[in-house]
């Protein structure tokens, strides 16, 4: 009788292993085939491509806020980091600085403002919501304080950056190369670094990693200065992609970074995560409003429909993992 409950023990927790590995590939897979079945514009290479191009920009985000989030923290700040990086480089650009600085010093700038984040938060010891809040609110009136010398309207007219939209390398997207080379960047960090190994640590048991001498202060704070960095590639990207800058770009961007976070099946209480998922969470994200933008569905409900999604992924997280977040 022990032997039968032990071996039924067992494979619940195989099953639940197996689901936690390839649930959120399975979910991907499902949604591609109804979504196939049900528009014949989605599959197509085109489109896809399309999909690839139009997530991009939340994909990179969402890489930062996989490091946040794999620690235990949150970063609301994210939405107005890729503003001030969008508005920064296309101002840059148009004063007439080379692009290679424009680039760089966009970034380098988000990237302080996402250390400027942890630095708060944890030399003061402020809740790290309450503080990215207020830096939210803080870094978009100075991106708005910017931009408004030129009329809330910037175009962004450089051929290599207009080249990250348009370009393709080896017959792929270039935005989607550069989105790849990224993830493998911060998949390596995460899973061949002793940083990334202390990432995980903190968010696992702060207290034990204290106490094993890590400095966890200081890996949080690189964590927020990698999301800000993240903030500042994406607002690039955004600005390529679009082709100017206005008032509206990166309005609750970190919501739908959060959400491909939440889909890839990081805990919100830190420690547990993949950035893998993360990126299958991201193209999730593209293909669900892609699919709903080629049904007219209306905008707004859009809204609706991936805030149902974060909530179906809590709840299979929940069954997964077998523990609440």
Known sequence: MNQAADKKAISGEGLRAGLEKAGILLVLMALFILFSLL?????????????????SHI???????????????????????IFLGAVCV???????????????GSVALCAAMGLLNGIVIEKLKINCV????????????????????????????????LYLNTGTVFGMPALLVLTVILY?????????????????????????????????????MLCYM????????A?????SRLGMVNTTVGIGMEFDAVTAVVLGGCAVKGGEGSVLKTFVGALIVGMIANFMTLSGVN???????????????????????????
Request: with cysteine; glycine share 10%.
């Open 39 to 55: 528009s014949a514009k989605f599959c197509t290479l085109v489109n896809l491509f399309n999909i690839f191009k139009q997530v």
């Open 130 to 161: 309450i503080v990215t809040l207020g830096s939210q609110l803080l870094i978009r009136g100075i991106a708005l304080h910017r931009i408004a010398a030129y009329r809330q309207w910037i175009y962004v007219k450089d051929p290599t950056i």
């Open 226 to 233: 990698i999301s800000g960095l993240c903030a500042g590639v």
């Open 184 to 220: 493998a960047v911060a998949y390596l960090v995460l899973s061949r670094t002793a940083f990334g190994r202390r990432v995980y640590a903190v968010g696992g048991n702060e207290k034990a990693a204290r106490l094993c001498g890590l400095n966890t202060s200081g890996i949080k």
């Open 90 to 104: 296309a101002a840059m650009l148009e004063e007439g600085t080379p692009v290679w600085a424009a680039v760089l």
């Open 299 to 325: 905008e707004h409900f859009q809204d609706a429909v991936l805030g149902g999604f974060i909530l179906l992924a809590a709840v299979f997280n929940r069954f997964t993992l077998g523990k609440s977040d």
């Open 59 to 81: 994909a990179i985000l969402a890489i930062g806020m996989t490091f946040v989030f794999l620690y235990g923290g949150m970063d609301l700040s994210a939405g107005a980091n």
């Open 235 to 239: 607002g690039v990207v955004i600005a």
